[in-house]
């Protein structure tokens, strides 16, 4: 019998007996530094003589691990090599398969001090934000090892004595799973265990700054629960090259995206293409970003509305789609929420998060972001009032540190208000009332989360039919999405709403097929 699902209980950094646990996770995972990882392939290890380094964004000198180098002969062969381990996968009965997930789960619970603090090494996460990551990594494999238990039985359609007919769902085949960098233990987690508990089999294609904690979840399945070989691949490699080749061959039945707007699009095009030799639509589950808001009225509580603004601007360095990028605020309390948003902000340590957990923002994930980010800042003092940072952190080390920024008095339409910038930048916009406050909520081509700090019910009613999000928050942050509680995927350009750790998501995984036996009777339905 199994425990009714209940979320991963987040650890609590202010007990010494946690933190000094997790300090010796740190010191376990810093003895594994510049390990070299294989591509596996049909349970195969193979070390190729092309290689790249996961580096730490707080010490760019320091390799993380040393990863094989797919090509694109070897994307194609992990591809041929999955559909022909998912002609025997898909046959493994579902309880089977929840318990492989589940079994995971197991695992990386004993283990989650050495996954978060992976996280802390390898993408810059403090460690209550690397913490959060891996409890989700958790949940996911919880939920969806219970769900697939829910959904693998047949179920009858209509009742009648003639007619014998069931619905059930069946896995579609072989799928490529190419997770994010910024939820590099939970997404990746939860793309690839939906994909494996429906029947499918996978290549994962981990993204390039954070692919060895990939590695660690790929060696959970292969090496210590001995998943059937070609079940789950593990491919990392450039995007390009070798992305496209998983997303264009025939063979690959759909593909788990999370990423940027700009790449998913990319796949959405090419996967529309049908290949020589393809007998199928591919199906494409795709979470691409956002530009999220969080609206303030005058009856709010700008106390709570500065703290959830400020954690959802700045926490894991504005890094999330879900991450709070603009604040709208009506003008009666403009000046005075803008001012407890810049005490706030003034507050926050900029370090190396592997010191300790009173980090409050860690580095960006690499050179090219934080030259990107420096140059909105550039564009943003041309459109709006700079309050607070503004400029690079310093480091001994050469990380990729920023301070968190604010800029007051942007206007709706300005660059820094429409274009996902991800990362510590937060725009603030003044707004007449809540009426135009609700119109320059919903002025984007994003439509992921959002959030409502307001005392008055009809108001957060109207937010609830009108701010057109996929995740919507009334008087709280608009980042954090807990597992069950709050599944998660946005409208518009913020990709097809996927729903990740709701009771929907596995069905993206599935087809439906009906069976149909008659008894030999005369059926009043159909006539036969």
Known sequence: MRYPFSNEPLTDFACAENASAFQASLDRVR??????????????????????????????????????????????RAVEVAAAAFDSWKRVPYEERARYVL????????????FSALQVLEVGKTWSEADADTAEAIDFLEWYGREMLRLGPPRPTILDPRLDGELAYIPLGAGAVIPPWNFPGAIMTGMTAASIVTGNSVVLKPASTAPVIAAWLAEIFNDQLYLPPGVLNFLPGPGGAVGDVLVDHPKTRFIAFTGSKEVGIRI????????PGQIWLKRTILEMGGKDAIVVDETA???????????????????????????????????????KIVERTRRLTVADPATGPAVDLGPVIDRSALDKHLAYIETGK???????????????????????????????????AQEEIFGPVLA??????????????????????GSVYSMRRDRLERARHEFHVGNLYFNRKCTGAPV?????????????????????????????????????????????
């Open 31 to 76: 003895a594994q530094l510049g390990r070299t990882y294989p591509l596996v392939i049909g349970g195969e290890k193979i070390y190729t003589p092309e290689t790249f380094d996961s580096i730490n964004p707080a010490n760019p000198s320091q390799s993380v691990g040393r990863m094989s180098k797919a090509t694109p002969e070897l994307a194609a």
């Open 103 to 114: 079994d995971a789960a197991k695992i990386m619970r004993e283990r989650k001090h050495d």
């Open 268 to 275: 959405f095009q090419r996967a529309a293409q049908v290949q």
């Open 301 to 339: 509580d700008l106390n709570a509305a500065a703290a959830g603004i400020v954690a959802s601007a700045f926490g894991f360095q504005g890094q999330k789609c879900s991450a709070c990028s603009r604040a709208i605020i009506v003008e009666q309390v403009y000046d005075e929420l803008l001012g």
């Open 382 to 416: 041309g459109e709006g009032r700079l309050l607070v940072g503004g400029e690079k952190a310093p480091s001994a080390t050469g990380g990729y540190f920023l301070q968190p920024t604010v800029f007051a008095d942007v206007a709706p339409r300005a660059r820094l």
């Open 428 to 449: 603030v916009i003044k707004a007449a009332d809540f009426d135009e406050a609700l119109d320059i909520a919903n002025n984007t081509e994003y439509g992921l989360t």
């Open 484 to 528: 069950g509680l709050a599944p998660f995927g946005g409208f518009n350009m913020s990709g097809t709403d996927s729903k990740a750790g709701g009771s929907d998501y596995l069905l993206l995984f599935t087809q439906a097929k009906v069976t149909v036996e008659g008894t030999g009777q005369s059926c009043n339905i159909c006539g036969t």
